[in-house]
């Protein structure tokens, strides 16, 4: 059963948006593209056939406040991966903090339906081992897609193991309870109807991008370097990672680029009935 799914492309669109508003070269560093943009169409022709049509009919038949309780469950009940990477990157108070959040919407949150934590102040952290490794010096290596997984790095794909069986509550669950017809995978597959639920409201920034691939390539390196920096990454490191300090780097001409692939798309909606 895989731990993770497609459904957590379209959500890095919107935190995209987080590492600020400079016009970024697309990063060339892409040795696997060609394998990449195939998972790519693979993952995202699976997406709109099986997952996105669950997905809608979840929030047709739910409302905002029900598919928040269920976001917040989710949320929660895998704060655990948090924590155990925390104390593996020697943050002890940052896993103190966590802990405290998981326990107060655990039991004032009726099992973490409902986020009192956040009311009183205590922030969310999202940590996982990926990250654990890049704060010990580990560098990120090649970008990669894989089927049914999504954007990840040769780095990065280590805490899908690590985390999924060591610290993460709902694969323990899965691997421990053996039903009839399967039904312990029921709330991994509950998490992953949430997930793309929520990467709805994203879907028109990757429509608007010229190039999807690319703008997801770039997505998720930015959204893993805030995480990495605590959301504040030093300037220099954004610049390289942006390719700010290529001396051929033109912002005039990325412009040009996506005001042709706008127009011609526009043309294109005017011409079809």
Same mark, same amino acid.
């Given at each position: 059963?895989?731990?993770?799914?497609?459904?957590?492309?379209?959500?890095? /669109?919107?935190?995209? *948006?987080? %590492?600020?508003?400079?016009? #970024?070269?697309?990063? $060339?560093?892409?040795? @696997?593209?060609?394998?990449?943009?195939?998972?790519?169409?693979?993952?995202?022709?699976?997406?709109?056939?099986?997952?996105?049509?669950?997905?809608?009919?979840?929030?047709?038949?739910?409302?905002?406040?029900?598919?928040?309780?269920?976001?917040?469950?989710?949320?929660?009940?895998?704060?655990?991966?948090?924590? /155990?990477?925390?104390? *593996?990157? %020697?943050?002890?108070?940052? #896993?103190?903090?966590? $802990?405290?959040?998981? @326990?107060?919407?655990?039991?004032?949150?009726?099992?973490?339906?409902?986020?009192?934590?956040?009311?009183?102040?205590?922030?969310?952290?999202?940590?996982?081992?990926?990250?654990?490794?890049?704060?010990?010096?580990?560098?990120?290596?090649?970008?990669?897609?894989?089927?049914?997984?999504?954007?990840?790095?040769?780095?990065?794909?280590?805490?899908?193991?690590?985390?999924?069986?060591?610290?993460?509550?709902?694969?323990?669950?899965?691997?421990?309870?053996?039903?009839?017809?399967?039904?312990?995978?029921?709330?991994?597959?509950?998490?992953?109807?949430?997930?793309?639920?929520?990467?709805?409201?994203?879907?028109?920034?990757?429509?608007?991008?010229?190039?999807?691939?690319?703008?997801?390539?770039?997505?998720?390196?930015?959204?893993?370097?805030?995480?990495?920096?605590?959301?504040?990454?030093?300037?220099?490191?954004?610049?390289?990672?942006?390719?700010?300090?290529?001396?051929?780097?033109?912002?005039?001409?990325?412009?040009?680029?996506?005001?042709?692939?706008?127009?011609?798309?526009?043309?294109?909606?005017?011409?079809?009935?």
């Amino acid at each position: 059963m895989p731990r993770f799914s497609p459904s957590r492309l379209l959500p890095l /669109a919107a935190l995209a *948006l987080l %590492a600020g508003c400079t016009i #970024a070269k697309p990063r $060339t560093d892409d040795p @696997l593209e060609k394998f990449n943009r195939k998972v790519y169409s693979f993952n995202n022709a699976v997406d709109q056939a099986v997952i996105r049509p669950v997905a809608v009919g979840y929030r047709k038949v739910t409302n905002p406040p029900v598919r928040r309780s269920v976001s917040d469950f989710f949320t929660n009940i895998r704060m655990p991966i948090t924590v /155990a990477n925390d104390l *593996l990157q %020697a943050r002890p108070k940052h #896993a103190l903090q966590s $802990t405290g959040r998981f @326990l107060v919407n655990l039991t004032l949150g009726l099992g973490g339906f409902f986020d009192p934590a956040s009311q009183l102040g205590i922030p969310l952290e999202d940590n996982d081992f990926g990250v654990t490794l890049a704060r010990w010096g580990v560098p990120d290596g090649d970008y990669l897609v894989l089927p049914l997984v999504g954007p990840t790095t040769v780095r990065d794909v280590w805490r899908m193991p690590v985390d999924s069986y060591f610290f993460d509550p709902l694969s323990i669950y899965a691997r421990n309870h053996d039903f009839k017809y399967g039904q312990q995978y029921l709330p991994q597959m509950m998490y992953l109807v949430t997930l793309r639920s929520r990467g709805i409201d994203a879907e028109s920034f990757l429509e608007s991008a010229y190039d999807p691939y690319v703008f997801m390539r770039d997505a998720y390196r930015q959204r893993r370097l805030y995480q990495i920096y605590d959301g504040n990454p030093p300037a220099e490191v954004i610049q390289q990672m942006q390719g700010l300090n290529d001396d051929n780097f033109d912002p005039e001409q990325l412009l040009d680029e996506q005001h042709q692939w706008e127009n011609k798309h526009s043309d294109s909606d005017q011409k079809q009935p």
